[in-house]
């Protein structure tokens, strides 16, 4: 019996229709990037406070602006991952000293 012949619909790493996403993929990997330096700098030490805060909050924004413009589910699942890893952080380094523990009196 003759099967039908379907397209490969892989595509690249981040792009599951085919079409690059060039700024979906600038976003993800900078939100990824941010929450992992928020995440692993709460984590190392309490005073690197404000550059997990810092990082954190970055990375949420620019997460969750790359949920309202992401394409496909790729991008989507890589962005959850970065935008929980900078949540973490950044609560983490609120915990410690927040945003200007220390700067502003």
């Known amino acids: 019996m003759a099967q039908a012949m379907r ?6 790493l981040f792009a599951t229709d085919g079409k690059p996403h060039p700024l979906q993929d ?3 990997a900078v939100t990824l990037v941010l ?5 692993v700098s709460a984590l190392v030490d309490d005073d690197l406070h404000l550059l997990s805060s810092w990082a954190g ?4 924004l620019t997460g969750a602006y790359g949920q309202w ?9 890589g ?10 952080g950044f609560f983490l380094g609120m ?3 927040g945003l200007f523990g220390g700067l502003i009196d």
């Open 26 to 28: 600038t976003l993800l």
């Open 57 to 60: 909050l970055v990375g949420i």
């Open 7 to 12: 397209p490969n619909t892989a595509g690249g």
């Open 79 to 88: 962005l959850i991952l970065g935008l929980g890893a900078a949540g973490v």
């Open 35 to 39: 929450g992992v330096t928020s995440f």
């Open 95 to 97: 915990a410690h000293g």
């Open 69 to 77: 413009i992401s394409e496909t589910t790729r991008e989507r699942f």
